[in-house]
């Protein structure tokens, strides 16, 4: 069965540092890769996805994530934060026939001003 | 991109009652999910619903619990029946659209006393 796993609960950043968000997923044919955030208050929204190419994907607000398939990961990073990043973050897959996403436990980013 | 609405926004719930709950798309999909995401968790999938057929529940999830419609490709409910607390969470719509794009509703925040 699909799992995704996201290696940090919670995360604290002061402004302009540099943040990388790890995700390794289990999955063993080809899978479509995201990553979403929730504002507080606000519903999801897609940051970025993976489905084939480069897997260097850039996403909005300047965040990128990098699909290595060895590892199994898909690890999203941004060399500066704002507070406004501050946020919960989910990484999830899906199988490109199959549509069901799977999410994983989310990360909460809060950055300090 | 497809927009969903749901119905009602919010809502607060005596126990043993149910709660009916309304998505809407602005365009024909195929796909359509309901997902939960409790307090402080991830989003888990309930289960896919299907046009002109039952809908597919995942583990821990049962029909009887969660009784869902699918009248056309733009409209789907989920009925919480005979809520207690713990049913209490925030229950999302969710759509496969163009692209594998997978989009989200605003969410229905559920409260049982």
């Known amino acids: 069965a699909q799992s995704v796993s996201q290696h940090n609960h919670h995360v604290i950043l002061s402004e302009a540092a540099s943040l990388e968000l790890g995700c390794n997923y289990s999955?063993?044919?080809?899978?479509?890769l995201f990553w979403y955030v929730q504002y507080p208050g606000q519903h999801l929204q897609l940051l970025l996805k993976y489905f084939s190419g480069d897997p260097l994907v850039k996403g909005i607000k300047g965040f990128e994530a990098e699909f290595i398939k060895s590892k199994f990961s898909f690890n999203l990073r941004k060399p500066s934060v704002q507070w406004s990043d501050t946020a919960e973050y989910f990484c999830a897959v899906n199988d490109p026939g199959g549509f069901k996403t799977i999410f994983g436990a989310g990360t909460r980013l809060f950055v300090k001003a | 991109s497809a927009v969903i609405s749901q119905k009602p926004s919010r809502d607060i719930c005596q126990r043993g009652t149910s709660l009916t709950i309304q998505c809407q798309v602005d365009?024909?999909?195929?796909?359509m999910f309901w997902y939960r995401q409790q307090p402080g968790q991830s989003l888990t999938l309930i289960a896919t619903?299907?046009?002109?057929?039952?809908?597919?529940?995942e583990s821990g999830f049962v029909i009887d619990k969660f009784p869902i419609s699918r009248p056309n490709l733009t409209f789907s409910t989920l009925t919480v029946s005979n809520m207690s607390p713990e049913d209490s969470s925030i229950y999302l719509c969710s759509v496969v659209g163009q692209n594998n794009e997978q989009f989200f509703g605003p969410g229905t925040r559920l409260t049982v006393l």
């Open positions: 999955y063993g044919g080809t899978v479509n």
């Open positions: 365009s024909q999909v195929t796909m």
């Open positions: 619903a299907n046009q002109g057929s039952e809908a597919t529940y």
